[in-house]
């Protein structure tokens, strides 16, 4: 807090006397994560627009450092870091956050993707206004909805893996029920916790919002990586590894399926747990 001054209105002192943040405020959470982004990364601006998603960056570490240590497996054990390793990342929003967590803790180059021009700007913000981030991380959109990596990675480029955290709603109606949802326990969790939070308005902007196209796309999260499996098809010899979280454990199957029939057998699914949260990536290579 004394190096974020800017966190200090959103703290919550607990009935035991600890602190805590209110998570249903956009503001406080936004405040968090640029004081963790400053105290861990050396990232000193970092803004997304109103409206735009505001990851957890625990979450987002958790998965960098897996595709680490996936790619040690290939280098005798050993993270490789620095400019030789090529990262893009699919998706990227107007966070960017993957980029900044793989730049700066491991120093690789990293391209962002997305399909939204606003994504896009902020994106390009946050690096301009960090010197830390200008030489290392590239972004470009994708002009086309239908494709994933055609378009976005040139003929002769070459990247050592691919992320990306997909929209995983298929519908916006889908994506308003959750969000609805989310916004209920937060405030029955409000109410159960007593005084420390009793000021806050419980009906808060939810810290979860997000722009359609980083909620839902139609088939959700399942036809979105079916989609990229196929296309990754063309893209073999550029990407060693191709990698995409997969949030409904339900929807593996359905995945194995689809890369067994294009003849992938080198397929790793790694686990993934913050507190009480699990999750899961699914990586893949020709």
């Given amino acids: 807090?004394?190096?974020f001054p800017a966190l200090q209105p959103h703290i919550l002192i607990k009935p035991d006397g600890s602190k805590t943040i209110d998570f249903a405020n956009p503001k406080g959470v936004k405040a968090l994560n640029?004081?963790?982004l400053s105290h861990y990364y050396q990232v000193k601006f970092w803004d997304v627009p109103a409206g735009y998603l505001c990851p957890p960056i625990p979450g987002r570490a958790d998965y960098v450092h897996h595709l680490a240590d996936l790619l040690a497996k290939d280098n005798q054990s050993v993270v490789p870091?620095?400019?030789t390793i090529k990262g893009l990342d699919i998706g990227t929003g107007a966070n960017v956050i993957y980029?900044?967590?793989?730049t700066r803790s491991y120093g690789w180059q990293m391209?962002?993707?997305d399909i939204d021009a606003v994504s896009i700007k902020s994106a390009n913000t946050i690096i301009n206004s960090n010197s830390v981030l200008t030489n290392y991380i590239d972004v470009r959109q994708q002009d086309n909805q239908q494709h994933i990596f055609t378009g976005v990675v040139k003929p002769d480029e070459h990247f050592d893996f691919c992320m990306c955290n997909p929209p995983f709603h298929q519908s916006a109606e889908q994506a308003k029920a959750v969000s609805q949802q989310k916004?209920?326990?937060l405030n029955k969790n409000k109410s159960k916790r007593g005084s420390y939070v009793s000021h806050q308005k419980l009906?808060?902007?939810p810290n979860f919002a997000g722009q359609s196209n980083?909620?839902?796309?139609e088939g959700g999260e399942l036809q979105f990586i079916q989609r990229m499996i196929a296309e990754s098809r063309e893209y073999a010899s550029q990407i060693r590894w191709f990698s995409s979280l997969v949030s409904k454990k339900d929807n593996l199957l359905h995945l194995y399926k689809s890369l067994h029939k294009l003849g992938i057998t080198d397929v790793k699914t790694v686990e993934m747990s913050q507190g009480q949260k699990v999750s899961r990536f699914v990586a893949w290579r020709f």
Avoid: D, F, R, S
């Avoid at 980083?214 to 796309?217: F, G, P, R, T």
């Fill in 183 to 185: 916004i209920q326990n």
């Fill in 203 to 205: 009906n808060a902007v």
């Fill in 214 to 217: 980083e909620l839902w796309c």
């Fill in 1 to 3: 807090m004394q190096n």
């Fill in 99 to 102: 980029p900044i967590i793989a």
């Fill in 111 to 113: 391209v962002g993707t």
């Fill in 34 to 36: 640029a004081a963790l």
């Fill in 81 to 83: 870091k620095g400019t």
